[in-house]
T-cell receptor
Framework: NAGVTQTPKFQVLKTGQSMTLQCAQDMNHEYMSWYRQDPGMGLRLIHY???????DQGEVPNGYNVSRSTTEDFPLRLLSAAPSQTSVYFC?????????????FGPGTRLTVT | AQSVTQLDSQVPVFEEAPVELRCNYS??????LFWYVQYPNQGLQLLLKYLSGSTLVESINGFEAEFNKSQTSFHLRKPSVHISDTAEYFC?????????????FGTGTQLKVEL
């Protein structure tokens, strides 16, 4: 199993550009999520999904869109990038249910917005 | 809402010395507790978790954490650290009822093991 994969590893955008961060998992996990990691702030939840066709907002959703058309894929879209979105982005997946399950993280995408 | 506090942003320690990384949480409902580790330029990996039962939980590489409900703490300890333990450690919680798998993370503690 490849686990959770993310592409690209690095990206530089200009303010106002759009892009999609890709995330895929091959563990048949229903639950997937996106976090951003900023120095001194830990990881903050952006959006999450409990299954195909179902998404919801996390703690910091503004400026980001998601969709979940398949169990395997959960892309994160930046419609108009801003310098405040410079961060490291992690995708994670886990079994779904009442909680307590291990979350498996991808290697991250380091995004710089100039 | 719940929150997690990791008061120590950096902890330097010599190899073979003991270490404790502190974690306190706040929640109006019962929570599950986790420690995740992040090695340089990698994603996070689960180190250990507390769901129920014995309040002392252990990892395969010698770390342990104890759930203290009265002090709302879940401190991570290791009696003798190795240079390979150098990493950032994150404490996290998820609510037991209605929270699903959503995690709330602390701000992390950078453990630096020196020779």
């Amino acid at each position: 199993n490849a686990g959770v994969t993310q592409t690209p590893k690095f990206q530089v955008l200009k303010t106002g550009q759009s892009m999609t961060l890709q995330c895929a998992q091959d563990m048949n996990h229903e639950y997937m999520s996106w976090y951003r990691q900023d120095p001194g702030m830990g990881l903050r939840l952006i959006h999450y999904s409990v299954g195909a066709g179902i998404t919801d907002q996390g703690e910091v959703p503004n400026g980001y869109n998601v969709s979940r058309s398949t169990t395997e894929d959960f892309p994160l879209r930046l419609l108009s990038a801003a310098p405040s979105q410079t961060s490291v982005y992690f995708c994670a997946s886990s079994q779904s249910g009442t909680g307590g399950y291990e979350q498996y993280f991808g290697p991250g995408t380091r995004l710089t917005v100039t | 809402a719940q929150s997690v506090t990791q008061l120590d942003s950096q902890v330097p320690v010599f190899e073979e010395a003991p270490v404790e990384l502190r974690c306190n949480y706040s929640s109006s409902v019962s929570v599950y507790l986790f420690w995740y580790v992040q090695y340089p330029n990698q994603g996070l990996q689960l180190l250990l978790k507390y769901l129920s039962g014995s309040t002392l939980v252990e990892s395969i590489n010698g770390f342990e954490a104890e759930f203290n409900k009265s002090q709302t703490s879940f401190h991570l300890r290791k009696p003798s650290v190795h240079i390979s333990d150098t990493a950032e450690y994150f404490c996290a919680v998820s609510v037991i009822t209605g929270g699903g798998n959503k995690l709330t993370f602390g701000t992390g503690t950078q453990l630096k093991v020196e020779l």
